[in-house]
Nanobody, 116 residues
């Protein structure tokens, strides 16, 4: 089992920046992928950004050029830096840990609200 704890969400104005963090209870260096998903009210949970064991990254088209995913294996922590936030980025952001044996773990989520 892997426990994931997200933090750093909050209320920001459009155009501002915010970084959310996800700390894992076990080593993320042996994960297959770490990812951030988000779920807006009334919508499905969707992938925002993913980083592989080899540090390759990929992003949803809607956040490319604005969001950056990174990880610190020494701290077992994954980050999502979000710049140029828009109201449509408002959602609960969830961290996901995918192991090589295809076990998948989720955090409890952190709310990000973008409003003026």
């Amino acid at each position: 089992q892997v426990q994931l704890v997200e933090s750093g969400g909050g209320l920001v104005q459009p155009g501002e920046s915010l970084t959310v963090s996800c700390k894992a209870s076990k080593s993320i260096a042996i994960s297959k992928t770490m990812a951030w998903y988000r779920q807006a009210p009334g919508k499905e949970r969707v992938l925002v950004a993913v980083i592989t064991n080899a540090d390759r990254t990929d992003y949803a088209d809607s956040v490319k050029g604005r969001f950056t995913i990174s990880k610190d294996n020494t701290k077992n922590t994954v980050y999502l830096q979000m710049n140029g936030l828009k109201p449509e980025d408002t959602a609960v952001y969830y961290c996901n840990y995918q192991s090589y044996i295809l076990s998948s773990y989720w955090g409890q989520g952190t709310q990000v609200t973008v409003a003026s």
